[in-house]
T-cell receptor, first 113, second 106 residues
Framework: EAGVVQSPRYKIIEKKQPVAFWCNPISGHNTLYWYLQNLGQGPELLIR????????DSQLPKDRFSAERLKGVDSTLKIQPAELGDSAVYLCASSSRPGDTQYFGPGTRLTVL | KNEVEQSPQNLTAQEGEFITINCSYS?????LHWLQQHPGGGIVSLFM???GKKKHGRLIATINIQEKHSSLHITASHPRDSAVYICAVSGNQFYFGTGTSLTVIP
């Protein structure tokens, strides 16, 4: 069974540029998470989806970050415009139900210059 | 204040040693998770538990709900166990600890 797929794996952009990350969860997993992970820190939740509905986006900086999960499968996380402090690893995870074991993708390492 | 606290932050052990990583939490939970992250690698779920003890190979995870405490034990440690071990709890939200960086020296 394929795991959580994320792309790109690495992205380098200049500040003020837009960037988008894509995630394909494990088939059948209704719950999808986007996390941000800084070096030496644990993941920080940005947004959680139940199917196509964003049920927890309280930690998402909505002035520059947006996310969507059309059709309740794939999801895209966008940053526009990116700032230097956005450099981090962006992780996508999915689970069959809220609170169940999460399966993480490999992450996208973003570097903002 | 962190909802999930791990100790130690860093741990170095000789190959073969018995290792314990501790996790304390302050919120109500439905489950506790132990995760493993190798350098430059993705996060892998090791255990999800809500009571008692679970064992998988050389890894053992225990939880004491009353004391809001969990431990991850590694028996006969090996250099390939070198990784960051993250404790997370799930309830209304997911809370993650900052991780314990383990280095096992041959």
């Amino acid at each position: 069974e394929a795991g959580v797929v994320q792309s790109p794996r690495y992205k380098i952009i200049e500040k003020k540029q837009p960037v988008a990350f894509w995630c394909n969860p494990i088939s059948g997993h209704n719950t999808l998470y986007w996390y941000l992970q800084n070096l030496g820190q644990g993941p920080e939740l940005l947004i959680r989806y139940e199917n196509e509905e964003a049920v927890d986006d309280s930690q998402l900086p909505k002035d520059r970050f947006s996310a969507e999960r059309l059709k309740g499968v794939d999801s895209t996380l966008k940053i526009q415009p990116a700032e230097l402090g956005d450099s981090a690893v962006y992780l996508c995870a999915s689970s069959s139900r809220p609170g169940d074991t999460q399966y993480f993708g490999p992450g996208t390492r973003l570097t903002v210059l | 204040k962190n909802e999930v606290e791990q100790s130690p932050q860093n741990l170095t052990a000789q190959e073969g040693e018995f290792i314990t990583i501790n996790c304390s939490y302050s919120v109500g939970i439905s489950a506790l998770h132990w995760l493993q992250q190798h350098p430059g690698g993705g996060i892998v779920s090791l255990f999800m538990l809500s009571s008692g003890k679970k064992k998988h190979g050389r890894l053992i995870a225990t939880i004491n709900i009353q004391e809001k405490h969990s431990s991850l034990h590694i028996t006969a440690s090996h250099p390939r166990d070198s990784a960051v071990y993250i404790c997370a709890v799930s309830g209304n939200q997911f809370y993650f600890g900052t991780g314990t960086s383990l280095t096992v020296i041959p």
